[in-house]
């Protein structure tokens, strides 16, 4: 079992949709948790970043933590054409300079 | 955000040669450096821990005679390909952490997509 699972997709919404993506995790150490978007031969962009459970919101995006369910989420509003691309949620254990540990990806397709 | 660059963008060498992968932070200072590979449609996969000053630390499976990483100053990481072979063709990928305000965000460079030949 992968330490990190997250749903591959691909998935395709219309315009304007509410996107939600998701990952369940195994190691109950996780505390930081990351989502990054990658574009097709780019490097991976960081969205969202947050420690231990709770929510956080920054213009469209909203990440969510539930440590007790090892499960945490991305919501987009009002998606765009533009939000088309893979997204990575990554996680790491406790402070310090520490290497991320990686989902698999979930490729998002936007319909205008 | 915290800027990292990575040089070349992309390379094509022949089997056997080497070849040499920088990674900078340009605007923020990191001690430690992440070295990751990414194959098509694949997640990215950690191969080592660069540290300034000291040895790297390679994961488990990673031939780190193969993988040469040298971590030479506070902005400079450099990984070298040596001898490299057809199945080293990889998106490899630099992160650095700091630069941001909690000091936690672990930020990428564009990658350097790697074709052996």
């Known amino acids: 079992q992968k330490e990190v699972e997250q749903d591959p997709g691909p998935l395709s919404v219309p315009e304007g949709a509410i996107v939600s993506l998701n990952c369940t995790y195994s190691?109950?150490?996780?505390?930081?948790f990351m989502w990054y978007r990658q574009y097709s031969r780019k490097g991976p962009e960081l969205l969202m970043y947050?420690?231990?459970?709770g929510n956080k919101e920054d213009g469209r995006f909203t990440a969510q933590v539930d440590k007790s369910s090892k499960y945490i989420s991305l919501f987009i509003r009002d998606s765009q054409p533009s939000d088309s691309a893979t997204y990575l949620c990554?996680?790491?254990?406790?402070?310090?300079?520490?290497?991320?540990?990686f989902g698999s990806g979930t490729r998002l397709q936007v319909q205008p | 955000g915290a800027v990292v660059s990575q040089h070349p963008s992309w390379v094509i060498c022949k089997s056997g040669t080497s070849v040499k992968i920088e990674c900078r932070s340009l605007?923020?200072?990191?001690?430690?450096m992440f070295w990751y590979r990414q194959f098509p449609k694949q997640s990215l996969m950690l191969m080592a821990t660069?540290?300034?000053?000291?040895?790297?630390?390679?994961e488990q499976g990673v031939e780190k005679d193969k993988f040469l990483i040298n971590h030479a100053s506070l902005t400079l990481s450099t990984l070298t390909v040596t001898s490299a072979h057809p199945e080293d063709s990889s998106f490899y990928i630099c992160?650095?952490?700091?630069?941001?305000?909690?000091?936690?965000?672990?930020?990428f460079g564009p990658g350097t997509r790697l074709t052996v030949t």
């Open positions: 605007d923020f200072q990191a001690t430690t």
């Open positions: 947050t420690y231990s459970s």
């Open positions: 190691n109950s150490a996780f505390q930081y």
């Open positions: 992160s650095a952490e700091g630069g941001g305000a909690g000091e936690m965000e672990q930020y």
């Open positions: 990554a996680m790491k254990v406790g402070a310090g300079r520490r290497a991320l540990t």
């Open positions: 660069s540290n300034e000053g000291s040895k790297a630390t390679y």
